[in-house]
């Protein structure tokens, strides 16, 4: 049942709430935020906003900068990590026209928005269901520095195996060895059980959570499918809770794609189906896996745009040095069944029809959520509309395990792309199917694009400790 003003006044008596936070959401997909004292809380702060500067967020505006943030009650939760009692919620940007505003279209929330709203007027579907998974470390401590006589980057965490000889309790794993392990090897138990607790509590089930194969601090947890404008949201403060309870916890975390050099990457795989009028239009008996002739079109489109859907959806440098052979996660532009080396997997333990689903597993953390599910849902409806077929196009089913194939045979495939300039160069060629209906702006793309290049431009004029291995006595 949606909030109401009223609701929140009262949330706020009752709790004797002092603050009321605003996070609002910039390009990059951090939140930002504005607390105003509780007492002024009112139904005019719903109505009239709170004004800030969209500029600052990353954002090309093309008119004036000046913004309004509208708060929505929906979304109101206590924030666990404030001393002070704080309510917090999120919500929308508006541009501020006479009579009346009009949304921020490049702001993430409301793109999401336009696109589920464009998913309902294309008639295939109304609701579309996804589930990412938050693969993250936690370490015991971190550091590092960029300096002209210093760079350097140095982590530690007590039961990773490079501890072996000094931990002193032999509870140590040994590398690419903590998938599901159990205590004494997971200390890190309770405060990701706390996590979920605190997840649950902000109004997001959660599936379940287990340490993950990376033996220096990886874990994961799996919230529960939920509708995708929702989930965007979900995710934020999923990560906001991450992140703040590691550091109650005196650890800290990172859902950075690769920080441990040699052990398995940070992943956010996001399954995802569609439903009309609450029914499955992925579920078919009778088609591959199960799964419906529409299902497959979104799959297509979902490959054909792969490459430039990369730049969205793993847009740092860092991202590609996850996307390598030997470590569960995919480099093949392809589907199969229970296949984590291709692109997208269709689970097998998915078996009744309102389950059936896929997961695209190269998408990071590192992303805007809400930019991330909004472009896989306009890829996917363009492969609908345009009918294309993942089989016919040579991009599987793959039912082998694409890292043993010979090297003859993996010269055939098409791979990902490998670095964050080359996504780049897709997205700039390939994202028409993205602005369709004005759901992802023009200037928005040419902005991010723009912002991202020079991000790659900067991290590749600094000298690297790899290269002074390599080169220093050349």
Known sequence: MAK????????I??????MVDFKMVDINGQFRHVTIPADHFSEETVKDGIGFDASNYGYAVVEKSDMVFIPDPDTAVM???????TLSMTGNAMIIDTPENRPLAQYPRNIVLAAEQYMKDSGIADTMLILPEFEFHLFD????????????MNLD????????????????VAKQKNYHIAKPFDPTYECRSEMCLLMEQAGIPIKYHHPEVGASGQFEIEPQLGQMSKMADASMMIKYIIRNTALKHGKTATLMPKPVYGEA???MHVHMLLLKDGEPVFSDDNGYS????????????LLKHIASLCAITNPSTNSFKRLVPGFEAPVTVGYATSNRSAVIRIPAYAKTPHLRRFELRNPDATCNPYFCYAALLMAGLDGVKNKIDPHANGWGPYDVNLYNLPEEEKAKLKGLPTSLEAALDALEADNDYLTAGGVF???????????????????ANIPHPAEFERYYNM
């Open 265 to 267: 990457g940070n992943g």
């Open 141 to 152: 401590q971190v550091g590092w520095s960029v300096q002209a006589n210093n760079i350097s």
């Open 441 to 459: 702006p023009k200037e928005l793309i040419a902005n991010f694009i723009k912002t991202k290049r020079e991000e790659c431009r900067q991290i």
């Open 79 to 85: 924030d666990p990590f404030c001393e002070i009692p």
């Open 13 to 18: 008596r009752e709790n004797d709430i002092k």
């Open 290 to 301: 199960h799964l419906s002739e529409t299902a497959h079109y979104f799959m297509g489109g």
């Open 157 to 172: 965490v007590e039961q990773s195996y490079w501890n072996s000889e000094t931990e002193g309790r032999g509870v140590v």
């Open 4 to 11: 109401s003003v009223q609701d929140i006044i009262n949330l």
